[in-house]
């Protein structure tokens, strides 16, 4: 699976973004694809994930509530829907996609992910 992410800018505090992940290949469908970000310095974190058709999400007690994962898998795409956004959110955003596990380690983490897009830049302003 090819991955091509998107939809990354700048931002002010309390605003909003929708990243897209767009997805080749042909098992999308049944693959689990997650979302982490990184800055600076730090190691890939956690934002969220959903499995195979949209069964399962999992987010980052830092992003509950606030952000929202979703995939059409007509379009072969993921979003991640950003609401008030804080300038804590800021960083690297990248996509990723695993096959099918029920390992929640294996979800959460970034090595648990074989395919991974180019990161997107998000940047909120306080």
């Known amino acids: 699976v090819q991955l091509q992410a998107s939809g990354g800018g700048l931002v002010q505090a309390g605003g909003s973004l929708r990243l897209s992940c767009a997805a080749s290949g042909r098992t999308f469908s049944t693959y689990v694809m997650g979302w982490f970000r990184q800055t600076p310095g730090k190691g890939r974190e956690f934002v969220a994930a959903i499995t195979g058709r949209g069964a399962n999400t999992y987010y980052a007690d830092s992003v509950k509530g606030r952000f929202t994962i979703s995939r059409d898998t007509d379009k072969d795409t993921v979003y991640l829907q950003m609401d008030s956004l804080k300038p804590e959110d800021t960083a690297v955003y990248y996509c990723?996609?695993?096959?099918?596990?029920?390992?929640?380690?294996?979800?959460?983490?970034?090595?648990?992910?074989?395919?991974w897009g180019q990161g997107t830049q998000v940047t909120v302003s306080s």
């Open positions: 990723a996609g695993r096959r099918a596990t029920a390992s929640y380690r294996a979800i959460v983490a970034p090595s648990g992910y074989d395919n």
